[in-house]
Protein backbone atom coordinates (compact mmCIF):
# COMPACT_ATOMS: atom_id res chain seq x y z
CA UNK A 1 0.00 0.00 0.00
CA UNK A 2 1.36 3.46 -0.92
CA UNK A 3 1.58 6.37 1.60
CA UNK A 4 -1.02 8.49 -0.21
CA UNK A 5 -3.18 5.22 0.13
CA UNK A 6 -2.75 4.88 3.82
CA UNK A 7 -3.41 8.64 4.55
CA UNK A 8 -6.66 8.09 2.32
CA UNK A 9 -7.82 5.32 4.22
CA UNK A 10 -7.11 6.96 7.72
CA UNK A 11 -8.90 10.19 6.90
CA UNK A 12 -11.75 7.79 5.33
CA UNK A 13 -11.95 5.65 9.31
CA UNK A 14 -12.07 9.16 10.57
CA UNK A 15 -14.94 10.64 8.54
CA UNK A 16 -17.19 7.00 8.98
CA UNK A 17 -20.24 7.67 10.92
CA UNK A 18 -20.65 5.87 14.14
CA UNK A 19 -24.23 5.32 12.70
CA UNK A 20 -22.54 2.12 10.48
CA UNK A 21 -21.54 0.45 13.50
CA UNK A 22 -24.68 -1.05 14.84
CA UNK A 23 -28.64 -0.61 14.53
CA UNK A 24 -28.64 0.91 17.55
CA UNK A 25 -26.13 3.38 16.30
CA UNK A 26 -28.02 4.31 13.28
CA UNK A 27 -31.13 4.71 15.61
CA UNK A 28 -29.47 6.99 18.16
CA UNK A 29 -28.14 8.96 14.92
CA UNK A 30 -32.38 9.31 13.81
CA UNK A 31 -33.21 10.71 17.06
CA UNK A 32 -30.43 13.77 16.53
CA UNK A 33 -31.17 14.32 12.95
CA UNK A 34 -35.09 14.43 14.00
CA UNK A 35 -34.41 16.36 17.14
CA UNK A 36 -31.72 18.99 15.15
CA UNK A 37 -34.26 19.07 11.61
CA UNK A 38 -37.85 17.70 12.23
CA UNK A 39 -38.39 19.11 15.88
CA UNK A 40 -38.40 16.14 17.40
CA UNK A 41 -41.42 15.12 15.70
CA UNK A 42 -40.26 11.94 13.90
CA UNK A 43 -38.78 9.17 16.23
CA UNK A 44 -38.51 5.27 14.72
CA UNK A 45 -39.39 2.82 17.34
CA UNK A 46 -36.41 0.98 14.77
CA UNK A 47 -33.95 1.75 12.49
CA UNK A 48 -31.81 -1.46 11.11
CA UNK A 49 -29.53 -2.37 8.15
CA UNK A 50 -31.03 -5.38 5.81
CA UNK A 51 -29.45 -6.55 2.97
CA UNK A 52 -29.09 -4.47 -0.17
CA UNK A 53 -32.65 -3.86 -1.74
CA UNK A 54 -32.75 -4.49 -5.56
CA UNK A 55 -35.06 -0.76 -6.05
CA UNK A 56 -34.31 1.20 -2.99
CA UNK A 57 -31.78 3.14 -0.17
CA UNK A 58 -34.02 2.46 2.36
CA UNK A 59 -37.45 2.09 3.05
CA UNK A 60 -39.90 2.84 6.13
CA UNK A 61 -42.99 1.14 7.53
CA UNK A 62 -45.21 4.41 9.41
CA UNK A 63 -47.58 2.51 10.82
CA UNK A 64 -45.06 0.38 13.13
CA UNK A 65 -42.41 3.60 13.18
CA UNK A 66 -39.61 0.95 11.35
CA UNK A 67 -36.91 2.12 9.22
CA UNK A 68 -34.57 -0.21 7.21
CA UNK A 69 -31.54 0.85 5.42
CA UNK A 70 -29.56 -1.21 2.50
CA UNK A 71 -26.24 -2.03 3.81
CA UNK A 72 -25.00 -0.54 0.18
CA UNK A 73 -25.37 2.74 2.24
CA UNK A 74 -22.84 1.21 4.71
CA UNK A 75 -19.62 2.85 2.82
CA UNK A 76 -20.98 5.90 1.41
CA UNK A 77 -19.96 9.76 3.21
CA UNK A 78 -21.68 10.46 6.51
CA UNK A 79 -23.44 13.59 4.74
CA UNK A 80 -25.40 11.27 1.92
CA UNK A 81 -26.34 8.22 4.85
CA UNK A 82 -27.35 11.23 6.92
CA UNK A 83 -29.95 12.34 4.29
CA UNK A 84 -31.36 9.11 3.87
CA UNK A 85 -32.01 8.86 7.26
CA UNK A 86 -33.80 12.17 6.84
CA UNK A 87 -35.70 11.22 4.45
CA UNK A 88 -36.83 8.20 6.24
CA UNK A 89 -37.94 10.01 9.23
CA UNK A 90 -39.90 12.28 7.30
CA UNK A 91 -42.22 9.22 6.29
CA UNK A 92 -42.92 9.29 9.51
CA UNK A 93 -44.88 12.45 9.16
CA UNK A 94 -45.83 11.96 5.85
CA UNK A 95 -46.40 9.02 3.98
CA UNK A 96 -45.75 10.03 0.21
CA UNK A 97 -43.79 12.62 -1.47
CA UNK A 98 -46.23 15.50 -1.59
CA UNK A 99 -44.77 19.03 -0.97
CA UNK A 100 -45.19 18.58 2.35
CA UNK A 101 -43.04 15.89 2.85
CA UNK A 102 -40.10 17.51 0.58
CA UNK A 103 -40.33 20.35 2.69
CA UNK A 104 -39.28 18.53 5.48
CA UNK A 105 -36.96 16.62 4.01
CA UNK A 106 -35.18 19.87 2.50
CA UNK A 107 -34.96 21.35 6.41
CA UNK A 108 -31.46 18.81 5.28
CA UNK A 109 -29.20 21.90 4.01
CA UNK A 110 -27.71 18.98 1.68
CA UNK A 111 -30.36 17.23 0.16
CA UNK A 112 -29.90 18.10 -3.54
CA UNK A 113 -26.17 16.55 -2.82
CA UNK A 114 -27.10 13.70 -1.46
CA UNK A 115 -29.61 12.78 -4.25
CA UNK A 116 -27.17 13.92 -6.58
CA UNK A 117 -24.11 11.68 -4.94
CA UNK A 118 -27.09 8.71 -4.98
CA UNK A 119 -28.42 8.86 -8.19
CA UNK A 120 -24.43 8.62 -9.75
CA UNK A 121 -23.54 5.85 -7.72
CA UNK A 122 -26.61 4.13 -8.67
CA UNK A 123 -25.68 4.73 -12.42
CA UNK A 124 -21.95 4.02 -11.70
CA UNK A 125 -22.86 0.53 -10.54
CA UNK A 126 -25.75 -0.43 -12.38
CA UNK A 127 -27.96 -1.08 -9.97
CA UNK A 128 -30.55 0.85 -11.19
CA UNK A 129 -31.97 2.19 -7.58
CA UNK A 130 -33.48 5.85 -7.57
CA UNK A 131 -35.54 5.71 -5.32
CA UNK A 132 -36.33 5.87 -0.79
CA UNK A 133 -39.82 4.91 -0.53
CA UNK A 134 -42.55 4.34 2.74
CA UNK A 135 -44.17 1.53 2.62
CA UNK A 136 -47.96 1.52 2.49
Not at 66 to 84: G, K
Not at 106 to 118: D, V
Request: with cysteine.
Amino acid sequence: MTEMERKLQRTESKRAAPSRNTDAALLARCAQLSARYLDRSALPVSVRWVPPMRTRWASCTPVDKTIRVSERLRQVPAWVLDYVLVHELAHLRVAGHDAEFWELVRRYPKTERAIGYLEGLSAAAGWGISELDAED
